[in-house]
């Protein structure tokens, strides 16, 4: 049944602009986010009948949907209408932690120990079930709150059925779906259980259209699809793309998310971020030394430790740098309630310690390496930079390839992973690495500080035009045209 104040267009994801956390006197905080969604968002204006549905993530958000209802408080949400779902911790859970970021995450980003992992048992077929309905409820919610017609773009890894299960129960409605992370190879995807990776691509063939961040992952979904469903890749003579499969027929697309030059523009001249400037200029030793820059999760696929070890090989190698060159590493600690993630931050810590012991002098730090997550400090450190080192073992696009040309003060050399989905765009102006090879790694490195600044500028600019070509609104508003 189609509620009485439907939608005409719908967004879906785990994650909703807003959080909800407890104070101590019994009241809830709200923090709203940001991102390309909520910019996106905003972008189609308030006439537009739009509804974000989301998930209520801790106890904070359970408790504001308990108190206050499923239906948020636009003037907590910054005027957006928002459903936040108030699903079963136990099935949230599983299906969250146990089959997103624990299978598919992993999978997408190949980061399996293949001699030892996975084991597809009875505990994950369990888990499966949860996420089977943690997507369900999302369908439901979308059957019922979208108008005739209605348009809705569904978000990522998370919600990979909702699409087929939406189509089954309102096939009226015109659905898209994005993945944010990139798309496993064929031998990779088939890890999974047959039946398991043949549910995955149904579900993302049920919608009209599947985004993409890159041709590469498109192009390794549409072989996915040809493998494991026998499917029929049409690449078009126009450059039209689609994966016809079981009778029906699903378009592909590629939308390579840029940056908010903007937003990060403004936002990099406040006055915190320029207090935080000093703070980490005071850090490092002044404005004589050099300055690598990372700013990442603590998350297994961002290649921390193997840049850390890069860093080190730089120092070994090349000894004139020693003294005249900080590596300022923020490694914000993610998915902390799994072992694998705590291990890995613990991991990042010890070696930066470890550098500092071997190299550090009472004048000199090698390495300052912070792990609590601060926005200003991030664009404090991209404003300073005179190298960026994104190395990831494989990434759906990375922002922070993009943000730090935009932000960079006096030009900043890009150190740039093969395996970023933000080498497709990139790739021309950096300084590109296999991010398994330390040594070439910190050759690299010796490179970008090694670079004129003349030529560092000129690549900068050339970067950030790159980097802004499909901002959070373009890129938002041109997967909606898309569904016509």
Same mark, same amino acid.
């Given at each position: 049944?189609?509620?009485?104040?439907?939608?005409?267009?719908?967004?879906?994801?785990?994650?909703?602009?807003?959080?909800?956390?407890?104070?101590?006197?019994?009241?809830?905080?709200?923090?709203?986010?940001?991102?390309?969604?909520?910019?996106?968002?905003?972008?189609?204006?308030?006439?537009?009948?739009?509804?974000?549905?989301?998930?209520?993530?801790?106890?904070?958000?359970?408790?504001?949907?308990?108190?206050?209802?499923?239906?948020?408080?636009?003037?907590?949400?910054?005027?957006?209408?928002?459903? +936040?779902?108030?699903?079963?911790?136990?099935?949230?859970?599983?299906?969250?932690?146990?089959?997103?970021?624990?299978?598919?995450?992993?999978?997408?980003?190949?980061?399996?120990?293949? =001699?030892?992992?996975?084991?597809?048992? %009875?505990?994950?077929?369990?888990?499966?079930?949860?996420?089977?309905?943690?997507?369900?409820?999302?369908?439901?919610?979308?059957?019922?709150?979208? %108008?005739?017609?209605?348009?809705?773009?569904?978000?990522?890894?998370?919600?990979?059925?909702? =699409?087929?299960?939406?189509?089954? $129960?309102?096939?009226?409605?015109?659905?898209?779906?994005?993945?944010?992370?990139?798309?496993?190879?064929?031998?990779?995807?088939?890890?999974?259980?047959?039946?398991?990776?043949?549910?995955?691509?149904?579900?993302?063939?049920?919608?009209?259209?599947?985004?993409?961040?890159?041709? $590469?992952?498109?192009?390794?979904?549409?072989?996915? &699809? &040809?493998?494991?469903?026998?499917?029929?890749?049409?690449?078009?003579?126009?450059?039209?793309?689609?994966?016809?499969?079981?009778?029906?027929? !699903?378009?592909?697309?590629?939308? *390579?998310? *840029?940056?908010?030059?903007?937003?990060? $523009?403004?936002?990099?001249?406040? =006055?915190?971020?320029?207090?935080? +400037?000093?703070?980490?200029?005071?850090?490092?030793?002044?404005?004589?030394?050099?300055?690598?820059?990372?700013?990442?999760?603590?998350?297994?696929? #961002?290649?921390?430790?193997?840049?850390?070890?890069?860093?080190?090989?730089?120092?070994?190698?090349?000894?004139?740098?020693?003294?005249?060159?900080?590596?300022?590493?923020?490694?914000? =600690?993610?998915?902390?309630?799994?072992?694998?993630?705590?291990?890995?931050?613990?991991?990042?810590?010890?070696?930066?310690?470890?550098?500092? !012991?071997?190299?550090?002098?009472?004048?000199?730090?090698?390495?300052?390496?912070?792990?609590?997550?601060?926005?200003? $400090?991030?664009?404090?450190?991209?404003?300073?930079?005179?190298?960026?080192?994104?190395?990831?073992?494989?990434?759906? +696009?990375?922002?922070?390839?993009?943000?730090?040309?935009?932000?960079?003060?006096?030009?900043?050399?890009?150190?740039?992973?093969?395996?970023?989905?933000?080498?497709?765009?990139?790739?021309?102006?950096?300084?590109?690495?296999?991010?398994?090879?330390?040594?070439?790694?910190?050759?690299?490195?010796?490179?970008?500080?090694? +670079?004129?600044?003349?030529?560092?500028?000129?690549?900068?600019?050339?970067?950030?035009?790159?980097?802004?070509?499909?901002?959070?609104? #373009?890129?938002?508003?041109?997967?909606?045209? &898309?569904?016509?």
């Amino acid at each position: 049944m189609v509620a009485e104040q439907a939608a005409r267009v719908l967004v879906a994801s785990n994650r909703g602009p807003v959080s909800h956390t407890h104070r101590e006197n019994g009241s809830i905080d709200v923090k709203r986010g940001g991102g390309g969604l909520v910019s996106g968002l905003s972008a189609i204006g308030p006439d537009a009948s739009a509804l974000w549905v989301c998930a209520a993530l801790g106890e904070g958000d359970r408790e504001a949907v308990r108190r206050l209802g499923t239906r948020l408080d636009p003037t907590e949400t910054g005027g957006q209408q928002v459903r +936040m779902l108030d699903i079963d911790p136990e099935i949230f859970a599983d299906a969250y932690n146990g089959i997103a970021n624990s299978v598919l995450w992993f999978v997408h980003h190949l980061l399996y120990q293949t =001699p030892l992992e996975p084991t597809f048992d %009875a505990e994950f077929r369990a888990q499966w079930a949860s996420y089977e309905s943690y997507n369900a409820a999302f369908a439901d919610a979308l059957a019922e709150d979208a %108008a005739e017609g209605a348009a809705v773009l569904v978000q990522d890894y998370h919600l990979c059925l909702v =699409p087929g299960m939406l189509r089954r $129960r309102r096939p009226d409605l015109r659905i898209g779906h994005f993945s944010h992370t990139p798309w496993a190879p064929v031998d990779y995807f088939r890890l999974l259980p047959d039946d398991i990776a043949r549910q995955l691509l149904r579900g993302v063939l049920g919608a009209d259209r599947a985004g993409f961040l890159t041709r $590469r992952w498109a192009d390794a979904f549409a072989d996915c &699809a &040809a493998a494991v469903l026998d499917g029929e890749v049409d690449t078009g003579d126009t450059g039209a793309y689609a994966v016809t499969c079981e009778g029906r027929t !699903t378009r592909l697309g590629v939308h *390579g998310l *840029g940056a908010d030059a903007d937003f990060l $523009r403004e936002r990099s001249h406040r =006055p915190d971020v320029i207090e935080r +400037m000093a703070a980490l200029r005071e850090q490092i030793g002044g404005r004589e030394r050099r300055v690598i820059v990372r700013v990442d999760r603590t998350e297994l696929s #961002k290649n921390i430790v193997r840049g850390l070890h890069a860093y080190r090989r730089l120092l070994t190698d090349h000894p004139e740098w020693r003294g005249l060159v900080v590596h300022l590493a923020f490694a914000y =600690p993610s998915r902390q309630d799994l072992a694998v993630y705590r291990g890995y931050t613990e991991e990042v810590q010890r070696i930066a310690e470890e550098i500092n !012991t071997e190299f550090g002098t009472d004048a000199w730090q090698p390495v300052v390496l912070h792990v609590k997550d601060d926005f200003a $400090r991030s664009l404090a450190a991209y404003r300073i930079a005179d190298v960026a080192l994104v190395n990831p073992i494989r990434d759906g +696009m990375n922002l922070v390839a993009k943000e730090v040309p935009v932000v960079s003060d006096e030009g900043c050399a890009l150190v740039l992973s093969r395996e970023a989905g933000a080498y497709e765009e990139l790739g021309e102006e950096a300084l590109v690495v296999n991010p398994y090879d330390v040594t070439g790694t910190a050759e690299a490195l010796h490179q970008a500080l090694s +670079m004129a600044q003349g030529e560092r500028a000129e690549r900068t600019k050339r970067l950030a035009a790159e980097a802004t070509a499909l901002p959070p609104q #373009k890129w938002f508003l041109d997967q909606l045209n &898309a569904l016509g």
